[in-house]
């Protein structure tokens, strides 16, 4: 289970400082921060617009790199399922 911290508030907080997303969408860059914070593996979202979007992906990733955190994986449903052993492909 993930919480919301103040280190999470904070890093939220950068990704609207650096208008990576904009103040409207405070929440979005509250789950790209609890994400970032708690170090999944990868996050998977269906929000086309205001996280998994390449241009956003990067500019997440950056502020991330700009304040000590690593990469975050950011994939929609269909590229996180995995459909059994594909060895034999």
């Not at 994400?35 to 996280?51: E, G, M, P, W, Y």
């Not at 790199?65 to 975050?72: A, D, E």
């Amino acid at each position: 289970m993930v919480e919301f911290t103040e280190e999470a508030a904070e890093l939220a907080e950068c990704y609207v400082s650096a208008k990576v997303i904009g103040e409207a969408s405070r929440d979005d860059a509250r789950h790209i921060a609890i994400a970032t914070v708690t170090r999944v593996d990868v996050l998977v979202s269906c929000n086309f617009k205001h996280i998994v979007n390449l241009d956003r992906i990067q500019k997440y990733n950056s502020v991330n790199l700009r304040y000590g955190y690593s990469l975050l994986e950011i994939r929609t449903p269909p590229e996180a399922i995995s459909y059994g052993n594909e060895e034999g492909l």
